[in-house]
């Protein structure tokens, strides 16, 4: 089936740094890719969406100046918390649709842990 | 606009007895719907999906979900839980008039399976 990556699974910063976390396809190619946060206790919550090539289209509310979103191969999407600080902790989960269609699934990655101090 | 519910925050089952996740779902059109599987500090895991045909559909792990397009439910089943079932279940549509394939998440529901 098809897997997708999370690159690191856990990392703690210092406030004030910027955090970039991968999302990779490994045996697919990603024409968009999702990205979520996730409180403890509580469902997904979309920030934005990538499609290869182009610019990420972010949810309301989503600043799309501290969560910079990157999408520039179709097995790579990175997602760059900038400035970090401490209520930005959460878990960032990334999925993967392998082409533009209604029927192609979602695939999620495992997730990263950031946990600001 | 899409959503779900799901209107149980956990669901409390003995092991061996059968389990009900509930989801009921609102869309404009025609729903595309899914249940995954978190465990802590995991990912989703996908369990089972419904596009169309017939109304039950069986997934991974021995789960099940119904379709009930009149009730817009899709409650996920299992005939006998098992304690490593014990995870946090979320239900998920997209709508078919959604090209963005966008898919909106309930809540959540903690099951919990008691030896």
């Known amino acids: 089936g098809a897997v997708v990556s999370q690159h690191p699974s856990r990392v703690i910063c210092k406030s004030g740094t910027s955090v970039k976390i991968e999302c990779r396809s490994l045996?697919?190619?990603?024409?968009?890719m999702f990205w979520y946060r996730q409180f403890p206790k509580k469902s997904l919550m979309l920030m934005a969406t990538s499609n290869e090539g182009s610019k990420a289209t972010y949810e309301q509310g989503v600043e799309k100046d501290k969560f910079l979103i990157n999408h520039a191969s179709l097995t790579l999407s990175t997602l760059t918390v900038t400035s970090a600080h401490p209520e930005d902790s959460s878990f960032y989960i990334c999925s993967a649709t392998e082409l533009a269609g209604f029927y192609n699934e979602q695939f999620f990655g495992p997730g990263t842990r950031l946990t600001v101090l | 606009a899409q959503s779900v519910a799901q209107p149980e925050d956990q669901v409390n089952v003995a092991e061996g007895n059968p389990l009900t996740v509930k989801c009921t779902y609102s869309?404009?059109?025609?729903?595309?719907l899914f249940w995954y599987v978190q465990y802590p500090n995991r990912g989703l895991q996908f369990l089972l999906k419904?596009?169309?045909?017939?109304?039950l559909v069986k997934g991974s792990y021995g789960f099940e979900a119904e379709f009930n397009k009149s009730q817009t439910s899709f409650h996920l089943k299992k005939p006998s839980a098992l304690v490593s079932d014990s995870a946090l279940y979320f239900c998920?549509?997209?709508?078919?008039?959604?090209?963005?394939?966008?898919?909106?998440f309930g809540g959540g529901t903690r099951l919990m399976v008691k030896p």
């Open positions: 419904y596009i169309t045909g017939d109304n």
């Open positions: 045996d697919f190619q990603a024409t968009t």
């Open positions: 869309v404009s059109g025609n729903p595309y």
């Open positions: 998920a549509v997209r709508d078919w008039g959604n090209a963005g394939n966008m898919l909106t």
